[in-house]
């Protein structure tokens, strides 16, 4: 079963939701800004690279890289650098092809960001093409499902005053859902405030998480968990800059509550380094930077130091969402999903059956392969309106 073509998508959908927002005094002349409060890039579109792996038996299969900005330079590599590799290869030869790919441009240096998110995609597409052709869901081949209800928070209220963003989270309670992430990172004093006012809305047994998108220094970050550990707030995310790994080692060893970090992690080389150094209490791995087949060893390697995984999930679309169902039904220490709400509608007008998310638990794909079907009609009409 040979690969036979390989095709990209890169998708930039202006009609779908501005993720956490719109955004405050930035111009509107370009579809990329720096967000003031969080330093990074972000795009006014929904944008993401979908792949489609073709064998010389007709199955096929989709794999997604998550690719927030810049979904066409994602699909370069796999164009360009990748193609005439993968073009005869026995498409079962995962783990084989992940290897070979990430040795490719390793001694370049190019062991991380686009490079590991062209890998990610293309190792999706693999694992969806064998789970067709064995006629079993992926999360079989992994070793079988733990669960097939999910648990999930709510990631974002994305609104600007107190009282807009107790109204929707009050709205997510209502909906049966009993965790809710807030991003924040505006300060110690003010995140905590808003901790404050959502945990009296919300009452005490109502889970809480904090996104604080790595804007604070060791100093800064203990001093705000120590305020949020008597708001009983379930962990603090990304408190510290990425590459500082003994600083947030050092919040965790300072902080009762838990540490989370690893969205912007994609080996399990980086992952060893962190685990090691016992950096964080739960890790977040994003399928669409991973892949399944490296986040299947980054879970393994860290069940073995008792740590558990909440997998990251931002603005994939169908094909990461469904990947990252697969492999967190078959991990014994999945600890939470993270749920977009409006990314999700997008992410199923793309698709041919819906994802379901629905008092607060993902319904695990139960179809061959990931048990989703893009429409691919419906695909090739939007990239000519893109």
Wanted: aromatic share 8%.
């Amino acid at each position: 079963m040979n690969i036979k073509s390989v095709e990209v998508f890169p998708l930039k959908i202006k009609t779908g939701p501005v993720y956490l927002g719109s955004p405050v005094g930035v111009s509107n002349e370009s579809d990329y800004y720096i967000r003031p409060e969080y330093r990074s890039i972000y795009s006014r579109n929904l944008e993401t690279l979908l792949v489609k792996i073709t064998t010389d038996s007709g199955i096929y299969g989709w794999g997604e890289a998550l690719a927030p900005v810049g979904p066409e330079i994602t699909g370069e590599i796999i164009e360009r650098l990748f193609t005439s590799f993968l073009i005869g290869q026995d498409a079962r030869d995962i783990d084989v092809i992940w290897n070979r790919l990430y040795d490719s441009m390793r001694e370049r240096g190019y062991f991380s960001g686009f490079m590991m998110d062209a890998i990610s995609a293309v190792d999706v597409a693999l694992w969806d093409i064998l789970g067709k052709s064995v006629g079993l869901p992926v999360y079989r081949l992994l070793g079988g499902a733990y669960r097939r209800k999910l648990p999930a928070y709510v990631s974002g209220i994305p609104k600007t005053t107190k009282e807009e963003r107790i109204e929707l989270a009050l709205e997510w309670k209502a909906k049966g859902f009993t965790a809710i992430k807030l991003h924040l990172g505006f300060g110690v004093h003010e995140d905590a405030e808003i901790a404050a006012y959502m945990r009296e809305a919300l009452g005490p047994r109502f889970r809480l998480m904090i996104d604080a998108h790595w804007q604070y220094s060791v100093s800064e970050a203990i001093q705000l968990g120590r305020k949020l550990e008597k708001l009983d707030i379930d962990f603090l995310e990304a408190p510290t800059a990425p590459e500082d790994i003994e600083g947030t080692a050092e919040v965790s060893r300072a902080l009762d509550m838990a540490v989370a970090i690893g969205e912007a992690k994609r080996t399990r080389y980086q992952f060893k380094d962190r685990l090691l150094k016992r950096a964080a209490d739960i890790y977040q791995p994003d399928i669409g930077r991973t892949g399944i087949t490296e986040a299947k060893k980054i879970a393994n390697m860290a069940e073995a130091f008792n740590i558990p995984i909440a997998p990251h999930l931002s603005v994939g679309q169908g094909i990461c969402v469904a990947a990252t169902l697969h492999l967190s039904a078959a991990i014994p220490n999945l600890y939470i999903l993270e749920y977009q709400p409006s990314v999700l509608n997008v992410v199923n007008s793309l698709l041919i059956h819906p994802i379901v998310c629905e008092q607060g638990h993902y319904m695990l794909p139960e179809g061959p392969g990931l048990g989703v079907e893009i429409d691919e009609k419906q695909l090739r009409a939007l990239i000519q309106s893109c």
